[in-house]
């Protein structure tokens, strides 16, 4: 602690040294300090203005580059109804953005270029433009307008479930550090539940004087049967985090104390998925670096890596603690009949209760 503190007063003396120097050459007559070079000259202006072009065009290529280099980190075709026209949407945004930015910047160091300081040399005021003000702030206006009308529909078309579709009700319950899953039984209705009835073989605090919550039953992998609407309720046992499934383009914050939903329909099974050309390759050039990888392992006496399999996954979306990147679980998309015939296999709340008293 007394290093600590030593070194401290030591970077304080220094900056006081250099505080009290700026403070003598601001002291100093023009003639001086012109002498000593603060004042920017042709010479000046003329490097600096080529260093703001050179700037732009290496951002523009490292930019270029950057899209090229990582498209193999670009999410593949989505798996859910919706979200086609979310990428749609995502899209033209981004599109949006790039033109917008891409002549901006480009006027911006083009500008600090030609208009660079000269000897005698005078800037033009120009006070206003009516017209060019109109210009400018109606074309963002009417864009941000209409992508915001467009995400709003979106959104509403996602939520809006239509319960002739026979939704299947299922709930994501989020602790520290994992999910566990609730599907709502032979009722479709989930039971009442509160972390306040979390005991014993009660791991998510279903309410157990609700008749509703009797066929409940808690499962540690999601399925879901392909094209059937899926509405998701999602609840916290203790701090906030998000329910992340990025191939379904679905996110929503789980929040503690309250209940949050969203809704989605899958459309391609995992099996599906797999056997894509885009996931085939990705697979294949993630195991070769595996291999790699486990040659060095191996050499050093360590155990090999697992070949990888695709599957899709739950996430959490929010740095929720120290373990946080290990809140994962497995999504199983299969057809309705699978799906049927994995839930006759999962146990009702009501019989985990009865196994609990004998």
């Given at each position: 602690?007394?290093?600590?503190?030593?070194?401290?007063?030591?970077?304080?003396?220094?900056?006081?040294?250099?505080?009290?120097?700026?403070?003598?050459?601001?002291?100093?007559?023009?003639?001086?300090?012109?002498?000593?070079?603060?004042?920017?000259?042709?010479?000046?202006?003329d490097?600096q203005?080529?260093?703001?072009l050179?700037?732009?065009?290496?951002?523009?290529?490292?930019?270029?580059?950057?899209?090229?280099?990582?498209q193999?980190?670009?999410l593949p075709?989505?798996?859910?109804?919706?979200?086609?026209?979310?990428?749609?949407l995502?899209?033209?945004?981004?599109?949006?953005?790039?033109?917008?930015?891409?002549?901006?910047?480009?006027?911006?160091h083009?500008?600090?270029?030609?208009?660079?300081g000269k000897?005698?040399?005078?800037?033009?005021f120009?006070?206003?433009?009516?017209?060019?003000?109109?210009?400018?702030?109606?074309?963002?206006?009417v864009?941000?307008?209409?992508?915001?009308?467009?995400?709003?529909?979106s959104?509403?078309?996602?939520?809006?479930?239509?319960?002739?579709?026979?939704?299947?009700?299922?709930?994501?319950?989020?602790?520290?550090?994992?999910?566990?899953?609730r599907?709502?039984?032979a009722?479709?209705?989930?039971?009442?539940?509160?972390?306040?009835?979390?005991?014993?073989?009660?791991?998510?605090?279903?309410?157990?004087?609700?008749?509703?919550?009797?066929?409940?039953?808690?499962?540690?992998?999601?399925?879901?049967?392909?094209?059937?609407?899926?509405v998701f309720?999602?609840?916290?046992?203790?701090?906030?985090?998000?329910?992340?499934?990025?191939?379904?383009?679905?996110?929503?914050?789980?929040?503690?104390?309250?209940?949050?939903?969203?809704?989605?329909?899958?459309?391609?099974?995992?099996?599906?998925y797999?056997?894509?050309?885009?996931?085939?390759?990705?697979?294949?050039?993630?195991?070769?670096?595996?291999?790699?990888?486990?040659?060095?392992?191996?050499?050093?006496?360590?155990?090999?890596?697992?070949?990888?399999?695709?599957?899709?996954?739950?996430?959490?979306?929010?740095?929720?603690?120290?373990?946080?990147?290990?809140?994962?679980?497995?999504?199983?998309?299969?057809?309705?009949?699978?799906?049927?015939?994995?839930?006759?296999?999962?146990?009702t709340?009501?019989?985990t209760?009865?196994?609990?008293?004998?």
């Open positions: 602690m007394t290093a600590f503190l030593i070194i401290l007063i030591a970077a304080l003396f220094v900056i006081a040294l250099w505080q009290i120097s700026k403070i003598v050459q601001l002291g100093k007559t023009p003639e001086a300090s012109t002498a000593d070079g603060e004042i920017a000259n042709d010479a000046d202006n490097r203005g080529k260093y703001m050179y700037f732009v065009i290496a951002m523009y290529i490292m930019m270029i580059a950057c899209f090229i280099g990582y193999d980190f670009f075709d989505a798996a859910s109804a919706h979200g086609a026209e979310y990428d749609s995502l899209l033209l945004t981004t599109v949006v953005i790039m033109v917008v930015q891409f002549l901006t910047q480009a006027l911006l083009w500008f600090s270029y030609k208009y660079r000897k005698g040399q005078k800037a033009l120009y006070a206003d433009n009516d017209r060019l003000e109109f210009i400018w702030t109606a074309i963002p206006v864009v941000l307008a209409g992508l915001i009308l467009w995400g709003l529909f959104w509403n078309d996602i939520m809006d479930v239509d319960k002739h579709e026979d939704p299947l009700v299922v709930e994501l319950y989020a602790y520290q550090f994992g999910w566990k899953v599907y709502s039984g009722d479709n209705t989930l039971g009442d539940a509160n972390v306040r009835f979390i005991e014993g073989s009660n791991i998510i605090g279903i309410d157990p004087t609700d008749a509703d919550g009797k066929d409940d039953m808690v499962a540690t992998e999601l399925h879901l049967p392909v094209n059937r609407p899926v309720n999602f609840r916290s046992q203790d701090v906030l985090h998000s329910a992340y499934m990025p191939h379904f383009r679905a996110q929503m914050n789980v929040v503690p104390g309250m209940v949050t939903k969203f809704s989605f329909t899958p459309t391609v099974t995992s099996e599906d797999k056997s894509t050309e885009f996931m085939t390759k990705k697979v294949s050039k993630i195991n070769e670096i595996r291999r790699q990888k486990s040659k060095e392992l191996e050499a050093a006496g360590d155990v090999a890596l697992d070949q990888y399999e695709f599957e899709y996954y739950l996430l959490c979306n929010k740095i929720c603690g120290a373990s946080h990147y290990n809140m994962q679980m497995k999504i199983v998309v299969e057809s309705e009949e699978d799906y049927n015939e994995w839930l006759k296999t999962q146990t709340f009501e019989t209760l009865a196994n609990a008293k004998n």
